[in-house]
């Protein structure tokens, strides 16, 4: 488990340098199969397309861990910030 966290850590800073100050990815939590972010930024106030980042993140999910990951949840609880709640797909 800490090598998939350490990871994720590694994925979100290399995600963060190339979307900043656009779009920025932080960790909520992390469990065995799933992961819960949260994306802000200069973006984030328009819905419009903002989804693409989360769609971007597995992508990035899949380069880092090798692993298929999908969206299984995606909230807007504030003006500018989503949670996005990624799955593992059994493969």
Known sequence: MQDFKELISKLVK???ETR????EASVVSVER???LVEFTGTTAACSCCFDEHAQD????LKDFT???FEIT???RPTFGKFLVRFERLET
Request: proline share 5%; hydrophobic share 30%.
């Open 66 to 68: 090798g692993m298929d």
């Open 20 to 23: 900043s100050p656009e779009c």
């Open 73 to 75: 949840e995606m909230k």
């Open 57 to 60: 993140f597995i992508y990035y």
């Open 14 to 16: 290399e995600f963060n």
């Open 33 to 35: 199969d799933s992961l």
